[in-house]
């Protein structure tokens, strides 16, 4: 079935160091990917979004590339900064139906 | 414009009692999505609604809960009978249309003791 797989966490950097999240998808058809982000004890936000291959969405210095030939959409900062400790999940919305399937989502924690 | 608004934020309730869990969705949105968060899990798709109407509801479980979306007032998430398992963060999103961006409130995190 239509799934997100990324990367466990947690995951530890020390500030401005680079930060790559891993994810990688399948799903039948040509879904919208995202990158959600729930700091603590706080609802999800959006970080970026990419709806078709190729597309790059960008947010607060956080990128991720659509690549369809890997089915992946990697989530890359160049600096990290303590304030990005969070949990970040990876997800995909197939378009034909409404609900989003989320990665089980990458604890980040960045030291100052 | 006021975001997707849930309450209560926390909500303890003791075995066999019922859990009623609200979600106001931002101005302008008629299209309302129930997740649920387990423990270090993701999110896991309930139920989507639109006013009055229940559209999809593939992630619900047969038996104690139920979802609603009225022509008034917000949506309402009901859990009937609630046993230690149902104790999970409840997220409520809503978006403007489908297929669209949905936006997430903050979550009501229901304890059963």
């Known amino acids: 079935g239509d799934s997100v797989t990324q990367m466990e966490g947690p995951v530890t950097l020390s500030e401005e160091a680079f930060l790559t999240i891993n994810c990688t998808y399948t799903?039948?058809?040509?879904?919208?990917l995202f990158w959600y982000v729930q700091y603590p004890g706080e609802g999800l936000q959006l970080l970026l979004k990419?709806?078709?291959?190729?597309d790059k969405g960008s947010n607060k210095g956080f990128e991720a590339t659509y690549r369809k030939e890997t089915t992946s959409f990697h989530l890359e900062k160049g600096s990290v900064q303590v304030s990005d400790s969070a949990v970040y999940f990876c997800?995909?919305?197939?378009?034909?139906?409404?609900?989003?399937?989320f990665g089980k989502g990458t604890r980040l924690h960045i030291l100052p | 414009n006021a975001g997707v608004m849930q309450n209560p934020r926390h909500l303890v309730r003791r075995r066999g009692q019922e859990a009623r869990l609200r979600c106001s969705p931002m101005?302008?949105?008629?299209?309302v999505y129930w997740y649920r968060q387990l423990p270090e899990e993701g999110l896991k798709f309930m139920v989507y609604?639109?006013?009055?109407?229940?559209?999809?509801e593939s992630g619900m479980p047969k038996e104690r809960f139920s979802a609603e979306f009225p022509k008034e007032g917000p949506s309402i998430l009901r859990i009937q009978q609630v046993v230690r398992g149902d104790s999970a963060a409840y997220f409520c999103?809503?978006?403007?249309?489908?297929?669209?961006?949905?936006?997430f409130g903050p979550g009501t995190r229901l304890t059963v003791l």
């Open positions: 999103a809503s978006s403007p249309s489908t297929p669209d961006t949905q936006y």
């Open positions: 799903a039948t058809g040509y879904p919208s």
């Open positions: 990419a709806t078709k291959a190729d």
């Open positions: 997800a995909l919305n197939l378009r034909r139906d409404d609900k989003i399937i």
């Open positions: 101005k302008g949105h008629s299209h």
């Open positions: 609604l639109q006013k009055e109407n229940i559209i999809d």
